[in-house]
């Protein structure tokens, strides 16, 4: 089935449905080496075919699945219309809004806890100001006690971590910087953000590193599927927010055409008759 879609497809990628108007801003002059005369030529225009504009999750739920070819992509029919589906992209972003539900950033006890110290008194006092939307997302922390002397003096403006999710855990510990980042990015753009649904948006600390956790977590090019693994990641896909795209931003599906199908280009008729521009 493998050998038989990769000789029936070939990539095509998604082009525009109407050709756009030819002007002379779309003119191009092309040098002869005979006469180092230029020719006045239209430049030729952008390969039509007869795909959809935009594809949705309801596609994909609606699609039926053919199966994986030359273990890299997932191929799938809407209608009359093939996609191509880079297995380890789409993998990729079903793990990630799967490890982005708060239900999966389950907090873990700390012990020891971090101590991390803020910048400024400004910078204290805005962190701390806002602890429910640490704890929204699974980060808990408390006031350094200030009742000794030598505490207040030397660590005036340090917090004490005492909980992170689970799924940042390891990095956290690893990077204590990188703790410290997180937590005052997420404080700026708050501050910044100055909207009530903005608790409901991950921090982009640890966004990025559920991005990474999720990238090497994921099926890889090579991995072997079969069709029913092919049906559930598709399936999966089809509940995703953003399912057309891998965790970093990137495109993972694309529209192709069957080899057995002509692609018509229009063409625009030149007037040979006419003599060439002078330089």
Known sequence: MSQRLNSFFSLRYLAQTQNPAIDRSRLKLHKTSSNKRARVMAAPPPLSLDLPLKLSKSDLKNAHILGQVD?????????????????????????????MSPSSLTPTMLEPSICIDLESPFEYHLVTGMRDYY????????????????????????????????????????????????????????????????????????????????????????DVLSLQEC?????????????????????????????????????????????????
């Not at 799938?76 to 219309?81: A, E, G, P, R, Y």
């Not at 922390?141 to 005036?156: A, D, I, N, R």
């Not at 018509?264 to 060439?276: A, E, M």
Request: glycine share 4%; proline share 5%.
């Open 71 to 99: 273990k890299k992509y997932i191929i799938i029919k809407l209608v009359d219309t093939f996609i191509m589906i880079d297995q380890h992209a789409a993998d990729e972003r079903v793990k990630l809004e799967q490890m």
């Open 135 to 222: 704890k929204r997302w699974g980060i808990y922390f408390h006031e350094e006690e200030t009742s000794h002397f030598f505490v207040s003096k030397v660590h005036p403006h340090r917090i004490r971590v005492t909980q992170l999710p689970t799924l940042i855990l390891d990095r956290c510990l690893m990077n204590h910087a990188l703790l410290k980042k997180l937590i005052q990015d997420y404080a700026y753009w708050i501050k910044e953000q100055n909207q009530e649904g903005s608790i409901n948006v991950c921090p982009k600390g640890i966004m990025e590193i559920l991005k990474s956790r999720a990238c090497r977590s994921a099926i890889m090019f090579n």
């Open 231 to 279: 049906k559930e990641i598709v399936g999966n896909l089809s509940h995703c927010k953003f399912p057309f795209q891998c965790a970093h931003g990137r495109p993972s599906a694309i529209p192709i055409q069957p080899k057995t199908q002509q692609m018509h280009t229009p063409q625009r008729q030149i007037n040979w008759n006419k003599p060439f521009l002078k330089r």
